[in-house]
């Protein structure tokens, strides 16, 4: 209860700390790792929240595809697409030829720094 009521007033240094001190006492939760991975997100630390809704996703959320969409946020706010080109990972084994073209054309508007 405290965590959401936190959450709620945007203090996130908080949300995290409490999510912290949750998880020492060894209680992990689905809910608890995707509030922290919030948390992350808030502060810029996109790779702790990716592990994050990771461990969520794990655990067996009650809502998979809202943390699924939270870290399809993070991986794109931590610029992983960037990376994989940077890296030279093409498009998985299997995708059709139209698809990473389609890619290809979402990608400038989001290096521009431009909202879709």
């Known amino acids: 209860m405290r965590i959401a009521v936190l ?3 945007e203090r996130f240094e908080q ?3 409490a999510c912290d001190a949750y998880l ?3 209680a992990p939760t689905a ?3 995707r509030l922290r991975g ?3 997100v808030a502060a810029s630390d996109f790779p702790g929240a990716i592990d994050d809704y990771t ?3 794990v655990l067996k959320p009650a809502r998979p595809s809202t943390v699924r969409r939270q870290r399809g946020w993070a991986y794109l706010f931590a ?3 960037k990376l994989a080109l940077h890296l030279g990972v093409g498009p998985a084994p299997g995708w059709c030829s139209s698809c990473h073209p389609s890619v290809k054309t979402v990608r ?3 290096a521009a720094g431009a909202p879709s």
């Open 79 to 81: 610029e992983a697409p």
């Open 38 to 40: 919030l948390s992350r």
């Open 24 to 26: 020492a006492r060894g």
């Open 7 to 9: 959450l709620e007033l």
């Open 15 to 17: 949300v995290k700390s």
């Open 31 to 33: 809910e608890i790792h």
């Open 55 to 57: 461990r969520s996703m």
């Open 108 to 110: 400038p508007r989001f």
